[in-house]
């Protein structure tokens, strides 16, 4: 954080987001024809809401490496890598082979294959649990997580942090995305379902407690337990990821731990970010602290739609003598099965994520010094391949903080300053960028002089 912080005029912000936005309609005309065919047989032109762009989202038709091509034929060094699940890099030769090789043995047969167990057998050592079971995406791992805590304690309640997204699932679905002034009282925020379709029913079942305050996680525990709704379990990521990057305040897991313990709740990491990303076992490892379970997906499958969940051998318990049907025909494909142990023995080896630690720290320090330059209210964060400029004077530590802080004009203006010189991010004001083990220095330093570009604009 700089330690003199200049002031933006609104006016200047808007005038220059103004001037990007032109100028990115500009480059991406393609783009803008392909989304009037688009929006007649897709709904709002897209394949998930979350590629919903205003005016149109960016089409991409290839990617290498570190880089992207949109349909315009604009060359984009890749900072988004697919919400963070590329961080192989796209393309990699490696995982190629394997999925090359793979397909021509039969890529589907629903039943078990010998890579399923290599994969587990890495999975349990770099995640210190036991016992592992497949799905296809992040959304499929937290909701059989949750399943099979909720089978293990005989509760229907859960508890989860305010703010976190967890998937797409209906329990998930619940206290995020809201407005400052709806969070509700600090040790007990408001259960409100996110968009449509979710019924109240199931609201009813999920509590939310803050980040980063493990004190209150216990006096809501305590409090539901004495209403007869202890929870089955609290979920959470270890480090939040969809508020730029939030990291644990020293003490805060092992306090977590520690509750979650003491109460018998069963702890689950979601690791569907954090795990393959920040360390070889994730959030476990750089953490070094154990949950209960662990769920991962994104990255796992080095672009395949891949997900697992890992389990302690008394949770797996409940899933081994069949009182939970964690099932499902893709579990286990063959095909991400093959990519994924290609990604893991082959690709992010030991050596893979030194690289990336030293190219975050670069990335960092780079956004550090512009920001120490030009007076910017901000500060770079980041963890493993993970980090984000976060706009705000002060530090942002849990949803309340970031809701209260967070500069969503500066955060907008950064994405198009971005778009427009080759560097494509997460849109979204919430997102973080994620190096993937092809990136260089070159990549880099590119990033970092976009950032400067826009602070000598905004402060000039
Ligand atoms: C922490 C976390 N958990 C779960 C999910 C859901 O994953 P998917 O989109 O693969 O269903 C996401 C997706 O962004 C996530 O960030």
């Known amino acids: 954080m700089s330690t003199t912080t200049a002031t933006i005029s609104r006016e200047r912000i808007a005038e220059l987001t103004a001037r990007e936005s032109d100028r990115l309609n500009e480059r991406t005309a393609g783009s803008g024809r392909m989304y009037e065919r688009a929006k007649v047989p897709l709904a709002a032109g897209v394949a998930s809401s979350y590629q919903v762009r205003d005016p149109w989202p960016l089409y991409l038709e290839r990617g290498d490496g570190p880089r992207v091509w949109d ?7 890749d900072f988004h890598n697919g919400f963070g699940s590329m961080v192989q890099g796209h393309a990699h030769p490696v995982i190629g082979k394997a999925i090359g090789d793979r397909y021509g043995s039969g ?12 994969v587990a057998e890495e999975l349990a050592r770099r995640f210190q649990l ?44 619940v206290s995020i995305g809201i407005e400052y002034d709806k969070i509700g009282p600090h040790d007990a925020p408001v259960s409100l379902p996110y968009g449509g379709g979710i019924p109240q029913s199931t609201v009813d079942h999920v509590f939310a407690v803050h980040f980063n305050d493990a004190e209150s996680m216990e006096r809501r525990i305590v409090a539901l337990d004495r209403e007869g709704r202890k929870p089955a379990c609290v979920i959470m990521e270890a480090a939040m990821m969809n508020l730029g990057v939030v990291l644990p305040e020293d003490g805060y897991l092992q306090a977590v731990r520690d509750i979650t313990q003491r109460h018998g709740v069963v702890l689950i990491f979601d690791e569907v970010k954090t795990g393959i990303c ?22 796992l499958g080095g672009g395949l739609p891949t997900g697992a969940i890992g389990m302690s051998e008394e949770v797996a318990k409940v899933v081994e003598d069949g009182t939970v049907y964690q099932v499902g025909t893709y579990n286990g494909n063959p095909l991400g099965m ?8 082959e690709v992010m080896t030991p050596d893979a994520y030194a ?20 007076g910017l209210p901000g500060y770079a964060v980041g963890v493993g391949s993970k980090g984000c400029v976060t706009f705000s004077t002060q530090k942002v530590i849990d949803y309340e903080t970031f809701k209260a802080n967070q500069d969503a004009e500066l955060c907008d203006l950064a994405w198009l300053y971005n778009a427009n010189r080759g560097i494509f991010m997460t849109p979204g004001r919430e997102e973080e960028w994620t190096l993937s083990v092809t990136h260089t220095d070159e990549a880099i330093d590119a990033y970092v002089a976009c950032f400067r570009e826009m602070a000598s604009d905004l402060t000039a």
């Not at 890529?107 to 290599?118: G, K, N, R």
Request: aromatic share 8%; with cysteine; net charge negative.
């Open 71 to 77: 349909v315009d034929g604009n060359e984009l060094w």
């Open 107 to 118: 890529t589907h047969f629903a039943a078990p294959t010998e890579d399923a167990i290599i």
């Open 130 to 173: 036991p016992k592992w079971r497949y799905t296809n995406s992040g959304s499929e791992s937290t909701m059989d997580a949750i399943r099979i805590a909720r089978a293990m304690t005989g509760r229907d309640d859960v508890l989860k942090i305010f703010g976190s997204y967890h998937g797409h699932h209906d329990t998930v679905m």
């Open 278 to 299: 920040i360390a070889a076992g994730g959030a476990v490892e750089r953490f070094g602290v154990q949950p209960d379970m662990v769920t991962l997906a994104k990255a």
């Open 338 to 345: 093959a990519a994924t142990r290609a990604s893991l023995l």
């Open 355 to 374: 690289h990336l630690e030293r190219l975050n720290d670069r990335i960092v320090s780079g956004c550090e010094a512009v920001i120490d330059e030009f």
